[in-house]
Nanobody, 116 residues
Framework: VQLVESGGGLVQPGGSLRLSCTAS????????MYWVRQAPGKGLEWVST????????YYTDSVKGRFTISRDNAKNTLYLEMNSLKPDDTALYYC??????????WGKGTLVTVSS
């Protein structure tokens, strides 16, 4: 099983980034997919969830209206479109796969830094 995140980087406040997560080794289309982040010196924070078909999505309040989660099951890929980025969004962003009670698989993360 492998989850590989990409797309992180340094961006100015108000800017945008698109994160990708490519999955392999499991049946991607049957799993709930999550984005979870960890800011420097802080704990893990759930960001967003996407159901297996992509038909339903959930977001933590601090990113609602700015972030969009989506998936392409034909490409085994999960995305996170991030707009209007703020310094508080600076974190290591992880892609995870699981069900409603647990996250079974984790990637190694991609770093997003929002700074002027």
């Amino acid at each position: 099983v492998q989850l590989v995140e990409s797309g992180g980087g340094l961006v100015q406040p108000g800017g945008s980034l698109r994160l990708s997560c490519t999955a392999s080794g499991f049946t991607f289309s049957t799993y709930l997919m999550y984005w979870v982040r960890q800011a420097p010196g802080k704990g893990l924070e759930w960001v967003s969830t996407c159901t297996p078909t992509g038909g339903t999505t959930y977001y933590t309040d601090s990113v609602k209206g700015r972030f969009t989660i989506s998936r392409d099951n034909a490409k085994n890929t999960l995305y996170l479109e991030m707009n209007s980025l703020k310094p508080d969004d600076t974190a290591l962003y992880y892609c995870t796969a699981g069900d409603y009670s647990r996250m079974d698989y984790w990637g190694k993360g991609t770093l997003v830094t929002v700074s002027s």
